[in-house]
């Protein structure tokens, strides 16, 4: 565009570009304003719940803290690669344990999710402990201690000696351990579930071998691999070759075998009381 040469032409313009500014500024507002009324729209409003039973949240809680923290988070808002149960639709819809019990006994394998064999009483008292959180609440679980090292080395290092010497070793792939980890919550959180880390931060680099699998079809071929998928409809695998192959399932048609390195520490998952948990932690903190 060429310079104004009078006062009209010179009016015209300074208004064009009051025009273009505000065009271009209610453009910008519309791509800031838009995701919020979008989020808005979507957001769901939090369930109004009547208090539940404390012994039974206490109950749930115990529970809860030694078999879902890692995944979900103490505070239930996401943990170790878990999602966040506070807003999951699962648990708002769910009024008397009858979304959550399923997912609990089932669990959901192609999210790595295990099965958990608890009672239904069981059951019913981390359903109160999850009905017990609300979305602005603040409660104990969300108070960062200063320090998670509360637990006794020596116990803890008896607990080990019992527990996990005969897969792993203080001086031989321990050796150093605590010296990987610049957080004690990452470090408890890498041996409760080796190579996993913690939310939010970078997993310290294990030399854990991956899953694998072995498929027998009907013809008694047998079919193995790393295991990349296994829902209720499909397994896939990647064969040594790089070769990925994928099957159909039906029932116990092919049948599957797992090979799970991580599988002792997912039985063990289910058996800690949470002095375990603060015990070995405090002795794996000395492994420098």
Same mark, same amino acid.
């Given at each position: ?12 313009? !300074? ?41 039974? @949240? !206490?109950?749930? /809680?115990?529970?809860? %803290?030694?078999? *879902?923290?890692? *995944? ?7 943990? $170790? ?9 699962? +648990? ?15 669990? /959901? ?13 069981? @059951?019913? $008292? +981390? ?19 200063? %320090? @998670? ?14 527990? *996990?010497?005969? *897969?792993? %070793? ?28 913690? /939310? ?40 040594? $070759? ?7 399932? %039906? ?38």
């Amino acid at each position: 565009m060429g310079t104004p040469r009078n006062d009209t032409e010179r009016k015209a313009h !300074e208004g064009r570009k009051d025009y273009f500014g505000f065009a271009r500024f209610a453009a910008f507002a519309l791509v800031i304003v838009a995701p919020v009324l979008t989020l808005n729209a979507q957001r769901r409003d939090f369930p109004t719940r009547p208090p539940g039973d404390p012994a039974a @949240i !206490e109950r749930g /809680r115990a529970l809860y %803290s030694v078999n *879902c923290t890692f *995944c979900h988070g103490a505070d239930t808002r996401g943990g $170790d690669g878990g999602p966040s149960l506070l807003r999951a639709a699962t +648990v708002l819809d769910d009024q008397h344990g009858e979304l959550i019990a399923p997912v609990v006994k089932n669990g /959901r394998a192609d999210r790595g999710m295990p099965k958990f064999s608890f009672t239904d009483d069981q @059951i019913q $008292d +981390v359903v109160a402990f999850l009905h017990s959180f609300t979305a602005a609440g603040y409660d104990a679980s969300r108070m960062k201690p200063p %320090s @998670i090292l509360v637990g006794d080395a020596k116990a803890g290092a008896a607990y080990f000696g019992a527990k *996990c010497a005969s *897969c792993h %070793s203080a001086t031989g792939d321990l050796r150093g351990f605590a010296a990987k980890f610049a957080d004690e919550k990452l470090l408890q959180q890498t041996w409760l579930m080796p190579g996993s880390g913690g /939310r939010g931060a970078s997993a310290v680099t294990l030399n854990v071998p991956r899953t694998t699998v072995t498929v027998t079809l009907p013809s008694g071929e047998k079919v193995d691999g790393v295991l990349d998928r296994l829902n209720d409809f499909v397994v896939s695998l990647t064969q040594s $070759d790089g070769t990925h192959r994928s099957f159909r399932t %039906s029932g116990d048609t092919p049948k599957i075998d797992i090979h799970d390195p991580l599988q002792p520490h997912k039985d063990l998952l289910r058996t800690y009381a949470d002095s375990d948990i603060h015990n070995v932690t405090a002795y794996l903190a000395t492994l420098r």
